[in-house]
Structure formats: structure tokens, C-alpha cells
């Protein structure tokens, strides 16, 4: 069977193969006979930089809420997103494999088929009822699986389309981005106003929530703190002066890869003047925080119920945010601001709080740890591999590994990492045949801030040589050829007219 697409009978097989196999799950740590199954609460935010959070060690952002998650949890210090952008990323973990197997090539794209067996369907097999607060970027027809409560807040519409920039194309444009313009003190925004909306359903669930003989998965997503960065003035108070700005090596800009240089160009964020990425800097602080007591209402919310105890607690994000570093915003790049994610894990029941975990996952690798904790029996094709064991021992045997890609907007060509150990290693795609590929390699051990390009080094063209056959063998094709079949599909399209696009574009979500 083709990894890329399943038909109804195919899907409904899978579904009574796994239901068939439930009788005793696939996890020691799930449900036995006789014992009741855990609650599972996924909390998602948006463009949350895994740097800024109190329990991964900043000690300026205040975070009191998931502090405390994860003085009760664990917390993994190298999660990945598999990619640096909101529906590709949305739609790996629903998914379970990465976007390049899904053709989930950017924020104008669903997976395969309406029928895909995503992470919800296999837990409704499971036993479970899989239920979804907020916003996954899902098109307006699609849910996979989840039933949506809280109103109606996946809205797109896809049409399959997309482009490259000309390689050449690195004249400046005049002007900064007109996302500067929304970096102000305010108490109103699409964010905000959706994630109070998100956190009104997930309360008035988790309160009217009754024994109906099935336990819940539960996915609330937030928009916080993705731009505008837009937050009450008390929020903001509370960093100035306070956040350091970026460090940027003299010549660092002049060395980025050149899909970097077009990210630079492409979202106009090259002469941000000083005053404002201090500004946005203390404002993003300030809108994590916001979000912060969002979740703090939910967390109180399970202990009021009752549920807190059965209920495991996963509070992750779908990428990271540049804040200036390396000379970018949002997010697009394959730097460790923007790829690299919180993740969270709880479960009072079973395992002991304060601990982290420092070697390398992924988000599909949660998506596969939500289905194996829920009893569900995994499509053996799947990227992701269960965390459960590694969750009971910090000893055990990880393969501390993650691998991200990118081939939306604003690039010559797409781009794809893996990160082993202390190691990190970036291939960008041949933009055409008179522009070659280019390479990056960073040891994060004596280099976090991704200064010093080892690529180009001969005592390093083995490790170099090495990681790209890693990442080849991960995504089951040399990154260039699927770079060719990602502009195949950008030029068909699904067939659907662009109404829709040009707002979605707009937002930048």
C-alpha cells in the first residue's frame, strides 16, 4: 500500500485491524482489563520559542503555569517540529509521518485524504473520544477524526498551491514588513480573542465532561504567541528593558545560505530598525506569559473536575519564533529558534515530576507516544517512535534523533534538517542547475547559537557525508528529488479555486 494514500476500505481495514488488537494495548503504561484508561490533553500553542519558558531555564520570561506542569512532568529539552511552519507542522503530528511523505508542503495543503488514519481516528478505535478546541489549521472540510467543540475555528480553504523565488531575485525591498506596524500594547487581536475563545471550550468541557465509559483525547490549540505581537500593556510592562536583543556576529548576515538571505527579503525583515526588535522581543515575552495564565485556567480547570490525576497532559507548540536572530523573523528557517519546540509530559498516576529528558524527538514521535498511551495499534508506517519507555526510564535506550524540512514561501528551494546527538545538519535543495546545493552543519555542544558552519570543513565531510545518508534514509528520498515533486504539485494544485488564499497569506499563519 502506498504511504501516501489510503482509500475508504483500505482506512476501514487498518480501523478493524486496530480495533481487533485492543483487548490488551500495545503499552504496559496504557489501559489493562479492569483499569481505567487515561484522559489525554494535548495543548498546543503557536510559534512558541522553546527558549522562552521558565522550566527550559529563561530566567526572565514568567511561566508560573507550565513551571508547575512540569514540576509534576517531564520535560524533553530537544523536541523538534518536523516543520517550521503552522499547517505542515499541524499535519505531521495528525498524521504521524513527516510532511514530505504527506505532501504537506505548506500552509496551503491537507493531507492525502479525507479518510487519512490520523492520531484521532486511531484513538477513536482505541476506545477513545477524540475532541478538538481551537485551531489546528485544518480546511474547512476536514477534521480527521476530531469533533470540534467550542465553535468553529478551522476555517481554510486549501488549494495545493505554491511557488519558489527566483534564486537571483535578492534585491531589497523599500521599507519594513507591515508586521511591524502590529507590535503595540492592546487588548484585542485575532489571538487573543480566539485563545480566550479556546480556553471558555476547553473549561465548559472539562466541567460538563461525564463518565460516558470512554476516556477523552482532548487536543486544545492556541494561537499565542504567534504575531501580531499584540498584548495587554501590563503584559509588556513587565519585560522592558528587560530582554536582550540578538546576537549577531560581524558577517553572519553576508554567510547565510542563500534561502536565509530570500527568507530576509522575501518577508522584508532586513533594515527592522533597533527600537522595534527590542519592542517585539519584549512583546513576544509578554504574549507568552499571556498565554501562560490561558493554560493555567485549563490546568485548574482538571483539578476541579476530578481529572487531574488520570489525565496525562502534553503542552507542546507547532514551531518555534525568530526574534531576530541570525536576522529573522517568525519562524521558515531551519535554525534551532524556530524548529526547536516545548514539550511537556504529565502523568500524576505514573510518573514522577521534575524531570527532563535531553536528547533529541520529534513531534510525530509524540503523535505516536498520544496513540500508544491511548491502546491504539500504529500504521506500521508512521516516522514517529513511542516514547513510553523513555517517559518510565531516563536510561533507556533513545535514538535521540529529529528531522524537520521546509518547503513553503519565500525560498529559492526547499530545505531539509536531522539533528543526531550533538550534531545538526541542514541540505538546501538545488535551486536550478546553476545554483548548487548548499550545506550546514553545527555542533550545538560548543555552538547552540548556530554561528559557525562546519559544512565546509574537510575533517568534517565524513560526519557531512554520514548525515546525509541519515536524513536520506529517514525520508526515503534524496531531499532533491523530493524538492521536484514538491513543485510538481505546487503547479497542480487540488483543483480548487484561490478564494481564501490571499487571506490566509495575510495572516502568515
Given at each position: 500500500?502506498?504511504?501516501?494514500?489510503?482509500?475508504?476500505?483500505?482506512?476501514?481495514?487498518?480501523?478493524?485491524?486496530?480495533?481487533?488488537?485492543?483487548?490488551?494495548?500495545?503499552?504496559?503504561?496504557?489501559?489493562?482489563?479492569?483499569?481505567?484508561?487515561?484522559?489525554?490533553?494535548?495543548?498546543?500553542?503557536?510559534?512558541?520559542?522553546?527558549?522562552?519558558?521558565?522550566?527550559?531555564?529563561?530566567?526572565?520570561?514568567?511561566?508560573?503555569?507550565?513551571?508547575?506542569?512540569?514540576?509534576?512532568?517531564?520535560?524533553?529539552?530537544?523536541?523538534?517540529c518536523n516543520s517550521p511552519l503552522c499547517v505542515p507542522s499541524r499535519l505531521a503530528f495528525t498524521s504521524g509521518k513527516y510532511v514530505s511523505r504527506v505532501g504537506a508542503w505548506n500552509n496551503n495543503c491537507w493531507l492525502p485524504s479525507p479518510d487519512y488514519p490520523s492520531v484521532a481516528r486511531l484513538m477513536n478505535a482505541a476506545g477513545y473520544e477524540s475532541f478538538l478546541c481551537g485551531k489546528m489549521h485544518y480546511d474547512a472540510t476536514q477534521r480527521y477524526g476530531f469533533t470540534e467543540i467550542g465553535g468553529q475555528m478551522n476555517k481554510g480553504h486549501m488549494n495545493g498551491k505554491g511557488e519558489r523565488r527566483a534564486p537571483d531575485?535578492?534585491?531589497?525591498?523599500?521599507?519594513?514588513?507591515?508586521?511591524?506596524?502590529?507590535?503595540?500594547?492592546?487588548?484585542?487581536?485575532?489571538?487573543?480573542?480566539?485563545?480566550?475563545?479556546?480556553?471558555?471550550?476547553?473549561?465548559?468541557?472539562?466541567?460538563?465532561?461525564?463518565?460516558?465509559?470512554?476516556?477523552?483525547?482532548?487536543?486544545?490549540?492556541?494561537?499565542?504567541?504567534?504575531?501580531?505581537?499584540?498584548?495587554?500593556?501590563?503584559?509588556?510592562?513587565?519585560?522592558?528593558?528587560?530582554?536582550?536583543?540578538?546576537?549577531?556576529?560581524?558577517?553572519?548576515?553576508?554567510?547565510?545560505?542563500?534561502?536565509?538571505?530570500?527568507?530576509?527579503?522575501?518577508?522584508?525583515?532586513?533594515?527592522?530598525?533597533?527600537?522595534?526588535?527590542?519592542?517585539?522581543?519584549?512583546?513576544?515575552?509578554?504574549?507568552?506569559?499571556?498565554?501562560?495564565?490561558?493554560?493555567?485556567?485549563?490546568?485548574?480547570?482538571?483539578?476541579?473536575?476530578?481529572?487531574?490525576?488520570?489525565?496525562?497532559?502534553?503542552?507542546?507548540?507547532?514551531?518555534?519564533?525568530?526574534?531576530?536572530?541570525?536576522?529573522?523573523?517568525?519562524?521558515?528557517?531551519?535554525?534551532?529558534?524556530?524548529?526547536?519546540?516545548?514539550?511537556?509530559?504529565?502523568?500524576?498516576?505514573?510518573?514522577?515530576?521534575?524531570?527532563?529528558?535531553?536528547?533529541?524527538?520529534?513531534?510525530?514521535?509524540?503523535?505516536?507516544?498520544?496513540?500508544?498511551?491511548?491502546?491504539?495499534?500504529?500504521?506500521?508506517?508512521?516516522?514517529?517512535?513511542?516514547?513510553?519507555?523513555?517517559?518510565?526510564?531516563?536510561?533507556?535506550?533513545?535514538?535521540?534523533?529529529?528531522?524537520?524540512?521546509?518547503?513553503?514561501?519565500?525560498?529559492?528551494?526547499?530545505?531539509?534538517?536531522?539533528?543526531?546527538?550533538?550534531?545538526?545538519?541542514?541540505?538546501?535543495?538545488?535551486?536550478?542547475?546553476?545554483?548548487?546545493?548548499?550545506?550546514?552543519?553545527?555542533?550545538?555542544?560548543?555552538?547552540?547559537?548556530?554561528?559557525?558552519?562546519?559544512?565546509?570543513?574537510?575533517?568534517?565531510?565524513?560526519?557531512?557525508?554520514?548525515?546525509?545518508?541519515?536524513?536520506?534514509?529517514?525520508?526515503?528520498?534524496?531531499?532533491?528529488?523530493?524538492?521536484?515533486?514538491?513543485?510538481?504539485?505546487?503547479?497542480?494544485?487540488?483543483?480548487?479555486?484561490?478564494?481564501?488564499?490571499?487571506?490566509?497569506?495575510?495572516?502568515?499563519?
Amino acid at each position: 500500500m502506498s504511504p501516501h494514500s489510503y482509500n475508504r476500505r483500505q482506512f476501514m481495514e487498518l480501523l478493524g485491524i486496530t480495533a481487533a488488537g485492543l483487548a490488551l494495548p500495545s503499552s504496559s503504561l496504557a489501559a489493562e482489563e479492569g483499569n481505567r484508561r487515561p484522559n489525554i490533553l494535548v495543548i498546543m500553542s503557536d510559534e512558541h520559542n522553546a527558549s522562552v519558558l521558565g522550566c527550559t531555564g529563561n530566567k526572565i520570561v514568567q511561566t508560573p503555569a507550565l513551571d508547575r506542569l512540569a514540576q509534576g512532568g517531564i520535560v524533553f529539552d530537544n523536541c523538534y517540529c518536523n516543520s517550521p511552519l503552522c499547517v505542515p507542522s499541524r499535519l505531521a503530528f495528525t498524521s504521524g509521518k513527516y510532511v514530505s511523505r504527506v505532501g504537506a508542503w505548506n500552509n496551503n495543503c491537507w493531507l492525502p485524504s479525507p479518510d487519512y488514519p490520523s492520531v484521532a481516528r486511531l484513538m477513536n478505535a482505541a476506545g477513545y473520544e477524540s475532541f478538538l478546541c481551537g485551531k489546528m489549521h485544518y480546511d474547512a472540510t476536514q477534521r480527521y477524526g476530531f469533533t470540534e467543540i467550542g465553535g468553529q475555528m478551522n476555517k481554510g480553504h486549501m488549494n495545493g498551491k505554491g511557488e519558489r523565488r527566483a534564486p537571483d531575485d535578492l534585491a531589497p525591498e523599500p521599507g519594513i514588513s507591515k508586521r511591524f506596524d502590529e507590535f503595540h500594547p492592546g487588548d484585542h487581536s485575532h489571538v487573543l480573542d480566539h485563545d480566550r475563545d479556546v480556553t471558555a471550550g476547553t473549561l465548559e468541557f472539562l466541567k460538563n465532561r461525564k463518565d460516558a465509559g470512554k476516556p477523552f483525547f482532548l487536543l486544545s490549540g492556541y494561537v499565542a504567541p504567534h504575531f501580531p505581537l499584540i498584548v495587554p500593556e501590563k503584559y509588556w510592562d513587565a519585560y522592558k528593558g528587560k530582554v536582550p536583543m540578538p546576537n549577531i556576529p560581524e558577517g553572519l548576515l553576508d554567510a547565510l545560505p542563500l534561502n536565509y538571505k530570500h527568507l530576509r527579503i522575501g518577508f522584508n525583515v532586513e533594515d527592522a530598525p533597533e527600537d522595534m526588535v527590542r519592542k517585539g522581543r519584549e512583546l513576544y515575552y509578554g504574549l507568552v506569559q499571556w498565554l501562560d495564565e490561558e493554560i493555567g485556567k485549563v490546568l485548574q480547570s482538571l483539578e476541579d473536575a476530578g481529572l487531574a490525576e488520570n489525565t496525562i497532559v502534553i503542552y507542546t507548540a507547532d514551531h518555534g519564533e525568530n526574534m531576530g536572530e541570525h536576522g529573522l523573523w517568525w519562524k521558515n528557517c531551519l535554525y534551532d529558534s524556530a524548529t526547536k519546540v516545548p514539550l511537556i509530559v504529565r502523568w500524576p498516576a505514573k510518573w514522577k515530576g521534575a524531570q527532563h529528558r535531553t536528547q533529541a524527538c520529534s513531534l510525530v514521535d509524540v503523535a505516536r507516544t498520544v496513540a500508544e498511551l491511548g491502546g491504539a495499534t500504529v500504521p506500521e508506517d508512521w516516522n514517529g517512535d513511542s516514547m513510553i519507555h523513555w517517559l518510565e526510564d531516563p536510561k533507556a535506550p533513545w535514538k535521540d534523533q529529529a528531522v524537520s524540512e521546509y518547503y513553503a514561501h519565500n525560498i529559492a528551494s526547499g530545505y531539509a534538517m536531522i539533528r543526531m546527538g550533538q550534531f545538526k545538519y541542514t541540505y538546501h535543495t538545488r535551486p536550478d542547475e546553476t545554483h548548487p546545493p548548499e550545506r550546514e552543519l553545527y555542533d550545538l555542544a560548543v555552538d547552540p547559537q548556530e554561528f559557525h558552519n562546519l559544512a565546509g570543513k574537510p575533517e568534517y565531510a565524513e560526519k557531512c557525508a554520514a548525515m546525509h545518508a541519515a536524513l536520506v534514509k529517514e525520508l526515503g528520498k534524496e531531499p532533491d528529488q523530493i524538492e521536484q515533486r514538491c513543485r510538481a504539485d505546487y503547479k497542480k494544485g487540488y483543483g480548487r479555486d484561490d478564494i481564501g488564499k490571499s487571506k490566509q497569506k495575510k495572516k502568515g499563519l
